[in-house]
C-alpha cells in the first residue's frame, strides 16, 4: 500500500491543480502562505522562545540555540522530532550540560504534547483555505480556529506531515472543505521541516527552563544520594 502513496498524492494534487481557474493568482496566494507561516514560525522561535528563556533563566538563548544546533539540523531532515530525539539528548546533555533526568523526562513528554510549531500551522492554514474560497471569518471563528489547532497538535503524531491529517478536523470545526487540504500537499513537503525544527527547539527550551528552575533540587538530591552509599559503606 505505501508503494502507490507517492502516486496517490501525485493524482490528488494534480487533480485539484485542473481544477483551478487562475493558476496564477493561486500560485501567488500560496507563495504569500508559505511566507506567513515561516515568518510566524521565525517570530514563535526567535521572539517568543528567546524572550521565554531569558526573562526566567537570564542566559542567551542564542547560546542555547548553538548547542541544539546539531538537532534542529536532524529536524529539518527527518521531519519527525520523535526520530531526532537520540541527536537531542545528546545536544543538551553533552553541549548544554542539561541534567539527564530532566531531558528523559521533558524531552519524550515534548515530543508528544509539545507541537507549538504545528499548532501555528495548523491555525494559518484554515485562514488560508477559507481566503482561497472567499470567505470571510468571524471573531468567534478566529477563536475556534486557535483552540482546536492548539488541541489539534496535541493529539498529533510526531512523524513527518502529521498535521495534515489533524488539521482535517480544524477545517470541519469553522464548516471549511476539506478537500483543499490536497493545495497544501504541494508545500508542505518543505514547511513541515520548518516547523519541526521549531518543535525540538520548543522542547529543548523547555527542558533548559526546567533544569534551570530545577537546579537546586537536583544538587540536593545528589547530595543525599552521595550521603547514602556513604552510610551504607
Avoid at 163 to 186: E, H, N, R, W
Amino acid at each position: 500500500m505505501f508503494r502507490y502513496a507517492p502516486f496517490g498524492i501525485l493524482f490528488l494534487v494534480s487533480g485539484k491543480i485542473l481544477e483551478i481557474d487562475d493558476m496564477g493568482n493561486t500560485a501567488r496566494k500560496l507563495g504569500l502562505y508559505m511566507i506567513t507561516v515561516i515568518l510566524g514560525l521565525m517570530i514563535h522561535c526567535f521572539i517568543t522562545l528567546c524572550s521565554l528563556y531569558f526573562i526566567i533563566t537570564r542566559k542567551n538563548p542564542f547560546k542555547f540555540y548553538y548547542g541544539c544546533l546539531q538537532a534542529v539540523i536532524t529536524g529539518f531532515g527527518t521531519s519527525s522530532s520523535s526520530a531526532t530525539l537520540p541527536v537531542t539528548f545528546r545536544c543538551l546533555e553533552e553541549n548544554l550540560r542539561i541534567d539527564s533526568r530532566v531531558t528523559r523526562f521533558v524531552l519524550p513528554i515534548g515530543s508528544t504534547i509539545n507541537m507549538d510549531g504545528t499548532a501555528l500551522y495548523e491555525a494559518v492554514a484554515p485562514i488560508f483555505i477559507a481566503q482561497l474560497n472567499g470567505r470571510s471569518l468571524n471573531f468567534v471563528e478566529y477563536i475556534i480556529i486557535s483552540l482546536t489547532a492548539t488541541v489539534a497538535s496535541i493529539g498529533a503524531a510526531s512523524i513527518p506531515s502529521a498535521g495534515l491529517v489533524t488539521m482535517v478536523i480544524v477545517l470541519q470545526s469553522v464548516g471549511l472543505p476539506v478537500k483543499d487540504i490536497s493545495l497544501i500537499f504541494a508545500v508542505d513537503f518543505f514547511l513541515d521541516r520548518i516547523r519541526t525544527a521549531v518543535n525540538i527547539l520548543g522542547d529543548s527550551i523547555g527542558a533548559g527552563i526546567v533544569d534551570h528552575l530545577c537546579k537546586k533540587d537536583l544538587i540536593h538530591q545528589n547530595h543525599d544520594i552521595e550521603n547514602q552509599i556513604d552510610n551504607d559503606i
